[in-house]
């Protein structure tokens, strides 16, 4: 057997590794920056592709990212109080689904600009400030976790996808820009949001429970720099990963036609859908592959808890179980991505 297929094989393994650790081990899902940072390492070890351009660009581009959830947290810490009063205008001035509709929209598609770890933590503190029971509680952010994880898609800062997304395509033949993104998904993603807004209102049943902060402490600032710092080393793991993770990706994932990605990348609802982006995004992706590729994992990502960073936030935030976020997301995520699929076989 050649070298060739011996590197291929051991990033196979490698592949396999990233896959199943952080779903099966606690430790690994807790401490998912470092293991993803030290898998990053050896994939790009074993595959021989280290170089100044991918050092440069993992000491790099997660710095627009990080800074951007470093200073919306900062500020969100101190209008933190004033957002609460803000909800309480808006629901009294124009009603509670009018204004859930336009939370949810507005939510999503301001993701891409202040993050969507940020949007999530404003999600949560909007769901405490509403007059709504649990079931309508849950049902609300998971509807409004999936614009969020959509929205965030449509810029590089919005989230470790797009970001990661945007460096592994900056060269030939996409050339990535900053509106990269914003052009191949936005005509998807954009309605989608709007979908979700309105279905999320409709859905809300009588106001009935006046609303029971399940925590009301605000963050420190020591929490908002290490948040930073974690996402930091959580682009730069990916980074690496895509980079290491090529040679598999280019040989194999390169070849599945464009509705094999969309339903392959179903893994969404269980594994971050960054990490499986880093793994399986490479240049050779023709346009529609990628846009394929990229709606799956988005629309398969908010199905379950670990699939998104925003449902890890904010059922962390809310005390939301993981039956609970399914009997929800599961079905929605099914008609989205059955709809979404009739419409990618008219291209």
């Not at 279905?199 to 399940?214: D, H, I, K, M």
């Not at 290491?244 to 339903?263: C, D, N, S, T």
Request: one cysteine or more; a positive charge.
């Amino acid at each position: 057997m050649s070298p060739g297929y011996l590197s291929i094989g051991a990033l196979a393994v490698i592949m396999g590794i990233i896959l199943l650790l952080p779903f099966s081990v606690k430790r690994v899902e807790s401490e998912l920056e470092a293991f993803l940072l030290v898998m990053g390492l050896v994939a790009v070890t074993v595959s021989g592709r280290w170089s100044l351009g991918l050092v440069g660009d993992a000491l790099t581009a997660p710095a627009g990212i990080t800074v951007a959830v470093l200073l919306a947290g900062l500020l969100f810490r101190r209008v933190r109080p004033r957002l609460r009063r803000a909800v309480d205008d808006i629901v009294w001035l124009v009603g509670l689904r009018p204004a859930v509709a336009g939370f949810v929209f507005l939510l999503g598609l301001g993701a891409s600009l202040v993050t969507a770890i940020i949007a999530a933590l404003i999600l949560a503190e909007i769901v405490n400030a509403l007059p709504l029971g649990r079931a309508d509680k849950v049902r609300l952010v998971v509807f409004a976790c999936y614009a969020i994880g959509l929205g965030s898609a449509l810029a590089p800062w919005g989230g470790p996808l797009s970001a990661v997304v945007i460096v592994k395509l900056k060269g030939p033949p996409h050339f990535a820009d900053f509106f990269f993104l914003a052009r191949l998904l936005g005509p998807w993603l954009l309605p989608g949001l709007l979908l979700l807004s309105g279905w999320s209102a409709w859905r809300l049943g009588p106001e009935t429970e006046a609303p029971v902060p399940s925590d009301d402490a605000a963050e420190a600032g020591s929490d908002i720099v290490l948040r930073s710092g974690k996402v930091y080393i959580f682009v730069m793991a990916l980074v690496l990963l895509g980079a290491g993770l090529a040679p598999l990706a280019e040989r194999a994932v390169a070849q599945i036609p464009a509705w094999g990605l969309y339903w392959l990348n179903s893994a969404s609802a269980v594994l971050d859908n960054a990490t499986l982006a880093a793994a399986e995004i490479v240049p050779a992706l023709s346009e529609k592959q990628l846009l394929s590729a990229l709606l799956g994992m988005l629309l398969a990502g908010g199905m379950l808890i670990p699939g998104n960073i925003p449902n890890i936030v904010c059922a962390a935030k809310l005390g939301i179980r993981s039956r609970e976020w399914a009997v929800v997301a599961v079905p929605l995520g099914l008609a989205l991505m059955g709809g979404c699929f009739v419409l990618l076989l008219s291209l």
